[in-house]
């Protein structure tokens, strides 16, 4: 068993599940175990400036061996999975020698990993896939990614002959819940540039991502007895609806793809007297997301109008904003990390990210930080994966990166 599948199974014994709505950070206090975990292996492998803060974000440093000043250069994962589906008691399933066929994952369960509906898994074939036992996630979101950069940290710090500027590492609690770059110590981190590890199959090469906000809308009615109700009733679940029927039919999630955004109907609840709805909006355009917005809140003041003030209230926030903007100046990081790829046999995909990662609200914190595969699939659900071999690969291509950067000296 090589050392990052070694690393990784053991990564995703420990639940790190992340919490919504949760004011403390981190969210759980069960992320903090793993974080002390992965700072106790950073200082025994040799790492310095070794340190875990309250909030549970980890930080340590490679000192450069180059013969010249070299940018320094940082690698990012999150510790947390995802609060979608259960990460308690990981069962992970190692399959070897993988046959290309389907793969039951939980016979009693009867549930299948089929080629039908995931037909990118038959081109594994050969590799050895490790998998969920159909009860929970994996957790390859971002365990894989902190498997890969410690790998890394390690061969560096095993292997001094090989050439590298200062590296630094960092691993953040609550990306899954959108928090994960909230209390990032940017200037202590030390960094020059980043890349967060953090992506899906292999070669995937990420530096546009969406602009995003989340909208909350509650709708105040007034309930009267349905025999006596004409006239006076306000029905605040069939005013969400209403809402809901005035934003474009064809601008939902599973109508887009590429570079569509998107209005998300995240959930609702309610009832006559009152109704809420929370909606996620996306956009990569920043033209298409502000408009996106104005028609939102126009929706809110039309039915004010209709039904009366007060009774729509729609409050729009922004999360984050597109990386595009920030990585134009360092596009020599995607040249990097394609001309690494491509000298390891792997080929880059270069695709938009439909969500975000931590480096994009890194990257207008100061720190430039396009996103790297890690090879996982299918995250956040019971049908996750991830090839062994492509774990070895990208921690190749991380000590491959850190490696070229000496060129820029």
Known sequence: MSEVMERFLRYVSYDTQSEDDAEEMPSTKKQLVLGKLLRDELKQMGAENVRMDEHGYVYAAIPGNAQ??????????????APAFSGTGVKPQIVENYDGSDICLNRELDIWLRTKEFP?????AGQTLITTDGTTLLGA???AGVAEIMTMASYLLNHPETEHGPVLIAFTPDEEVGRGADLFDVKGFGADVAYTVDGGALGELEY?????ASGKVVIHGCNIHPGTAKGKMKNALLVAMEFEAMLPSDEKPMYTEGYEGFFHL?????????AKMDYIIRDHDKKKFEAKKVLFSQAAAYLNHKYGEGTVEAVVTDSYYNMKEKIASHMYLI??????MEK??????????????????LSYMGLPCPNLCTGGHNFHGKYEYIPAESMEKVTRLLVEIASSFVDLA
């Open 208 to 212: 546009e991502n969406f602009n995003a």
């Open 266 to 274: 995240d959930s609702m609840s309610g009832c006559v007297e009152e």
């Open 344 to 361: 390891l046999g792997i080929t880059p995909i270069i695709t938009p990210i439909r969500g975000g990662t931590d480096g994009a609200r």
């Open 120 to 124: 990118e898994l038959s081109g594994y």
């Open 68 to 81: 010249k000043p070299v940018p320094a250069l940082g690698f990012i994962a999150h510790m947390d999975t």
């Open 335 to 340: 040249d990097k990390a394609k001309a690494c």
């Open 141 to 143: 979101d971002d365990k």
